[in-house]
């Protein structure tokens, strides 16, 4: 069997972790978490801070796990070993089919409709929402021609696709970063603290269309949860990460830890220029609508460059990963013709053959998403697929978790019990919250219990396939470690 090339350091590591959470969803999301958190600045706070945490004792139990082992598809290899083969295979091929094209997908959509709302909408960026340009068939096109252009890019240069990673992940700081320092400078001109103190005791009571705000905790974690998603992408890359064992642990720690403090900072920062109430109003726009404020027009076409280009950040660490899937697979003897995936492409990158896969795997969910935000039939529930997807995948997570506890015996307590501990909690919380069950019991909705009943469905059709590629006959050795 070949073996990848080591071609990325730490920064690369860490610039997956930061560069592929940060894309869309703080930028959209924020509106919609704090309208769900019923106006409330500091309850809004709370589902942010508890999506964070999810994030972060997940990264650090990851690390955990990522110290000792050293294949070639992390996340896979690591429930692999907590559970058994056929749950390790069947997460890489949820991975490939589902979580990696979903948010691939998504997030493309949000980086050709951004270009589109600049296109058009130059002379006054706080006109048309973003989301209304997801029914247009010229979006998609747009998404499409930016999937295959980054996975051009990847395959024939990995190095230069790992410099662009770096690169995004720098660029898409800046706003967070600028709307900060805009809310430091007018507190320091106006010489005291009105405008903090406003945002934290002076709630909106009203949406955008004048309806009463009430309080969602459920839903407005799961919003936060997409916002924090894709950490988990860097994990792809561990067979080409240099001095892995040190460097993926670090990559995880240090990005969701950073990831954390940026999205608390932005968001404290955005309510407190914008004020709670137009937070509320602007929802996805208001982060176009605060740079309009500071800048005029010309400041919402900077900012709506400055998303675009975030999101493209994210697409493409996510595409480094989906194409990766199907080799991964193969490598263990399993998936499609596992003799013709496992062999290495060009630049002794993944081959030819799980790139087309990928590619083709999130092309389906482009048409999935089109149906969805045009509303044909039960299609029209599976506009939160990506919030249900995340939901599903920590279901694994959490058998890796009790792993930890119970045969990682030469790790003190704090990375044995505590750490584990709050990430079993966490992931209870968020499965409960992504599958509706929460929202159920505490608020007597069952919009998002239907909503993961038609995903489950169009799930178990796209998961079939995995079962006559399961090689029961194929001898499974154990996958030597990768030296560096």
């Not at 920064?11 to 703080?26: D, E, K, L, P, Q």
């Not at 069950?437 to 995903?455: K, M």
Request: some cysteine; proline content about 2%.
């Amino acid at each position: 069997m070949e073996k990848v090339k080591k071609q990325y350091g730490l920064w690369t590591g860490i610039a997956m972790v930061i560069g592929i959470v940060i894309g869309s969803g703080v930028f959209i999301k924020a509106g919609g978490v704090l309208e769900l958190s019923g106006g409330s600045l500091p309850v809004s706070l709370l589902a942010w801070l508890v999506g964070g945490i999810i994030m972060i004792s997940s990264g650090f139990c990851f690390a955990v796990f990522a110290s000792r082992i050293t294949k070639y598809n992390g996340v896979v290899d690591y429930v692999e070993q907590a559970t058994n083969k056929k749950v390790g295979y069947g997460l890489a091929w949820l991975m490939t089919t589902f979580y990696y094209p979903i948010i691939a997908s998504i997030v493309a959509l949000f980086a050709s409709s951004y270009l589109f709302l600049i296109i058009e909408n130059s002379n006054d960026m706080t006109g048309k929402l973003v989301f209304e340009y997801l029914g247009d068939y010229r979006v998609y096109i747009v998404a499409i021609l930016i999937v295959i252009g980054l996975v051009v890019l990847n395959y024939l240069s990995p190095m230069i696709s790992a410099k662009f990673q770096v690169s995004t992940t720098v660029i898409k700081l800046i706003p967070i970063v600028g709307i900060a320092l805009a809310v430091i400078i007018i507190a320091i001109v106006k010489g005291d603290g009105t405008m903090f103190i406003d945002a934290f005791t002076k709630p909106a009571t009203t949406n955008a269309d004048s309806k009463a705000l009430v309080l969602n905790f459920g839903d407005a974690v799961k919003k936060t949860a997409f916002a924090y998603e894709g950490w988990v992408c860097a994990t792809a890359i561990n067979a080409e990460l240099k001095n892995s064992k040190k460097n993926l642990p670090r990559a995880l720690v240090f990005g969701t830890i950073a990831v954390l403090a940026f999205y608390i900072i932005y968001y404290i920062s955005l309510s407190v220029f914008l004020g709670n109430q137009n937070n509320v109003n602007y929802g996805f726009k208001a982060p176009i609508y605060a740079f309009t404020q500071m800048l005029g027009n010309v400041g919402g076409v900077i900012i709506g460059i400055f998303i675009m280009i975030s999101c493209l950040g994210t697409v493409n660490g996510v595409v480094i990963s989906c194409c990766r899937g199907m080799y991964t697979m193969s490598c263990r003897g399993q998936g499609i013709m596992p003799e013709k995936f496992s062999k290495l492409g060009k630049n002794q990158s993944v081959s030819l053959l799980s790139w087309l896969y990928g590619v083709g795997c999130i092309l389906l969910m482009f048409l999935v998403w089109y149906l969805a935000n045009t509303g044909v039939s039960v299609f029209a529930y599976l506009g939160s697929m990506d919030e249900i997807m995340c939901a599903i995948i920590y279901v694994l997570y959490i058998a890796m978790y009790i792993y930890i506890i119970k045969n990682f015996k030469d790790c003190n307590v704090f990375q044995r019990y505590i750490m584990p501990i709050i990430a079993i909690i966490g992931a209870v919380f968020f499965v409960l919250c992504g599958t509706g069950i929460y929202q159920l019991i505490f608020n007597n909705d069952t919009s998002s219990l239907i909503a993961f009943g038609v995903f489950m469905v169009l799930f178990a059709i796209l998961m079939l396939p995995c079962i006559f590629f399961y090689r029961k006959d194929v001898e499974q050795k154990e996958l030597q470690e990768v030296v560096d």
